[in-house]
Every structure is written in structure tokens, then in C-alpha cells.
């Protein structure tokens, strides 16, 4: 479908909406009389602006936007201010209007795949936010402020340019999965060892040399991605991640194991392939509840 018909606009009772995978390039104004809808979703369509109309549907809590080929956003989006979740995924934005932080009730905003250089300080009064993703953008640097949106237990910093974090993001205490995959880090900081719920990290394909001491204060990680850096060691407070069942070491630069990798009994998973590796310490003989050991030269599973 290329072209809805206007007649949806008859519709005046409905909450919810979803005209995913069309091929909509506009909408007709007359759903602008749809204002009883809670949820619009227009995924996977071809608008390159948004009808200032949409701006009177202020009862949408849910605005999905994904796959679209959105380059702006209007002012007039700080205008429905009783979203939760906003979704703008795989778009082609390059910047966003300030008005985004009138939107106070957001608790999920999606903005992967995009191409964002900066983020506006409005941002910072989004403290309902439990989720974040900006994934795959062309982000440098973080703002301060970011520490300030302390409700979140989601981020999602993959695939960007960053060298390094501010120091506010020791501030989210929170956070329980935290994802800074593919960036250019090459330190990490200490104070990483304060978000102590953390159960998932992922910090695969940087530059990292060492790890800080403090990683080892994550004692509620069950996941934690160090692949396809430049590690040589691993720091001994390591061995407190009891709880870890992922553990990914692959493409880095070791070339000894410590036997107190032994002492992560409940692992599942661990890749080692593409160390420098000889012989595995005698102690990975504890790990019984392995069921898939990755290892240049052989792969062993369902121990």
C-alpha cells in the first residue's frame, strides 16, 4: 500500500494503530480526527517528514518510527508529552530538536542506526528513562549530563566513536545491562566498578589494554564480552565474578590463562579462540558446568 485511504480518518474510536511495512511516503490529514489513539506504529515505510497534524494525537504514549527515512524531527514532537516510548530507530537523523525534552514521561527511546553527532542538553530532563539506546551513531563524546538520568537499567552505546566516559556515568547505579561494543576505548575507568547491578557488560571490539581492579565489584554479572581487544592479563579481582556464565575473551593478546579462572563455577560459555594461548590451567577441570569451551584447535561442548 503506497497510499492510505482518508477514510481511516472515519475511524474516531480507535486506541491503536499499526501500518508497518507499507510503502507510505505521506498520511492523509485526515487522521488528525484519530484522537483517542494511544499507539501509532509506522515502521518500515518511506516518510521523509512528519505531518504537523500528528502533533494533535497528544493521548499517543507509543510512537513507533523505525525504518523510516526521517532526516528531521519537528519542534512540534515536544508537544506530546504523554509518550512512554519512542522508537526512531534506522533513520537518517543527524540531529534533535530541543523540544525532545519536553517528553518527561518517556521511559524507552530508541534512536539506533542514525547519524547523531551530539545530543542536545534538553536530554537531561528525561529522568523517566529506564531505557537508552543510541546505538550505531556517530557519537565522539557524552555529555555530562547524561550521568543525571539516573533511572536507567538499559544502555546502549555500541558502534559509535568514543574514546572515553564521563565520569557522571558513575552515577547509574542502576543500570543493569550496559553496552559500549565497538567504540575506541582504550582505559577504563575505576569508577565503572561502582555500577554494581550490572549483569550484562559488553565492551568487545575496542582497544583496551588493561582492565581496572574495580571490575571485579560487578559481583552480579552473569555476561561480561572482552573480545577483539588488546589484552595481555587479567586483573586477579576477576576471580569474585562468580555469577559470571558468558565470559568472551576471544581475539585479544593473552598468552597465559590464571587458574583462578577455575573459581567461575556456574560459566557455560567461554571463548578463548584467537589468544596466543599454550595450555589451558589445569584448573578449567572445575568449571563442570561448561557446555561450550571455544579454544583455536578444538572446540569442546556439552561437558
Same mark, same amino acid.
Given at each position: ?24 511516503? @505521506? ?28 502533533? =494533535?494525537?497528544?493521548?499517543? =504514549? ?72 543510541? &546505538? ?14 539516573? @533511572?536507567? %537499567? ?55 589494554? @588493561? ?27 576477576? &576471580? ?27 560459566? %557455560? ?18 568449571? @563442570? ?15
Amino acid at each position: 500500500m503506497t497510499v492510505l485511504p482518508g477514510a481511516f480518518g472515519n475511524l474516531t474510536a480507535l486506541t491503536m494503530l499499526d501500518l508497518r511495512y507499507n510503502k507510505l511516503t @505521506a498520511l492523509p490529514e485526515s487522521l488528525s480526527n484519530l484522537t483517542a489513539l494511544t499507539m501509532l506504529g509506522l515502521v518500515g515505510n518511506r516518510l521523509t517528514v512528519l505531518p504537523e497534524w500528528l502533533g =494533535t494525537l497528544t493521548h499517543l =504514549t507509543r510512537l513507533n518510527l523505525v525504518g523510516n527515512r526521517l532526516t528531521l524531527l519537528p519542534e512540534w514532537l515536544g508537544t506530546l508529552t504523554h509518550l512512554t516510548d519512542l522508537n526512531l530507530n534506522h533513520n537518517k537523523l543527524t540531529a534533535l530538536p530541543e523540544s525532545l525534552g519536553n517528553l518527561t514521561h518517556l521511559t524507552r527511546l530508541s534512536l539506533d542506526h542514525n547519524k547523531l553527532t551530539a545530543l542536545p542538553e534538553s536530554l537531561s530532563n528525561l529522568t523517566a528513562l529506564t531505557m537508552l539506546s543510541l &546505538s550505531a551513531n556517530w557519537l565522539t563524546i557524552l555529555p555530562e549530563w547524561l550521568g543525571d538520568l539516573n @533511572a536507567l %537499567t538499559f544502555l546502549d552505546l555500541s558502534s559509535n566513536k568514543l574514546t572515553a566516559l564521563p565520569e557522571s556515568l558513575g552515577n547509574l547505579t542502576h543500570l543493569t545491562r550496559l553496552n559500549l561494543a565497538v567504540n575506541r576505548l582504550t582505559v577504563l575507568p575505576e569508577w565503572l566498578g561502582t555500577l554494581t547491578h550490572l549483569t550484562d557488560l559488553n565492551l568487545d571490539y575496542n582497544q583496551l589494554t @588493561a582492565l581496572p581492579e574495580s571490575l571485579g565489584n560487578l559481583t552480579h554479572l552473569t555476561r561480561l564480552s572482552l573480545g577483539y581487544n588488546k589484552l595481555t592479563a587479567l586483573p586477579e579481582s576477576l &576471580s569474585n565474578l562468580t555469577a559470571l556464565t558468558m565470559l568472551s575473551l576471544r581475539a585479544n593478546w593473552l598468552t597465559i590463562l590464571p587458574e583462578w579462572l577455575g573459581d567461575l563455577n556456574v560459566l %557455560t560459555f567461554l571463548d578463548l579462540n584467537g589468544n596466543e594461548l599454550s595450555v589451558p590451567p589445569e584448573s578449567l577441570d572445575n568449571l @563442570a558446568t561448561l557446555h561450550e569451551l571455544h579454544r583455536d584447535g578444538y572446540r569442546l561442548t556439552s561437558r
